[in-house]
T-cell receptor
């Protein structure tokens, strides 16, 4: 069964606008962490933001925020004021305590920012 | 602080040959992971070391893949003999034994089997 689902293979957004990248997850472990990574064309994996399963507030890091809806098991990434440099692949990921802390990834969403 | 480093960055080999990928994790990180991304597909987990022990190798595709982590420091991933479908980008990551810390990734090794 899919643990992390990203249903948007590709997204377009106009520069300076906000965009939401969807992510849903599946786990029975009460203790887990959710992550978003960015992979630009250069190939490196860049950590963006983290949300813990027990965190009461949504995580924010600069222009990135995570819309965490625990009951719905969703962890959408919101990028505000998109920039051309935001064009990249974005991966949602999860770590579970029962999974030995290994990080598992969704299929990714490719974001295109238009000038 | 040095990040996760991987060698080589690129490798082109012929089908049937052997290739060994190396990963040096961040110092002090007991957890080391190998992942693979085949072109256009998701990042797939291969295996997980805790120090020198294999915690989970459920993602290893077959017995042509052998991973080791000598002394709990650097790790190698050997593919022998390589097949065309082994082409992809192999990522190594390391992390501390904490839920709320991210895994730090190396730059990846792009393997092309021709």
């Amino acid at each position: 069964a899919q643990k992390i689902t990203q249903t948007q293979p590709g997204m377009f957004v106009q520069e300076k606008e906000a965009v939401t990248l969807d992510c849903t997850y599946d786990t029975s472990d009460p203790s887990y962490g959710l992550f978003w990574y960015k992979q630009p064309s250069s190939g490196e994996m860049i950590f963006l933001i983290y949300q813990g399963s027990y965190d009461q507030q949504n995580a924010t890091e600069g222009r990135y925020s995570l819309n965490f809806q625990k009951a719905r098991k969703s962890a959408n990434l919101v990028i505000s004021a998109s920039q051309l440099g935001d064009s990249a692949m974005y991966f949602c990921a999860m770590r579970e305590r029962t999974g030995g802390f290994k990080t598992i990834f969704g299929a990714g969403t490719r974001l295109f920012v238009k000038a | 602080e040095a990040g996760v480093t991987q060698f080589p960055s690129h490798s082109v080999i012929e089908k049937g040959q052997t290739v060994t990928l190396r990963c040096d994790p961040i110092s002090g990180h007991d957890n080391l992971y190998w992942y693979r991304r085949v072109m256009g597909k998701e990042i797939k987990f291969l295996l997980h070391f805790v120090k020198e022990s294999k915690q989970d190798e459920s993602g290893m595709p077959n017995n042509r893949f052998l991973a080791e982590r000598t002394g709990g420091t650097y790790s190698t991933l050997k593919v022998q003999p390589a097949e065309l479908e082994d082409s992809g980008v192999y990522f190594c990551a390391s992390s501390q034994e904490k839920m709320n810390t991210e895994a730090f990734f190396g730059q990846g090794t792009r393997l092309t089997v021709v």
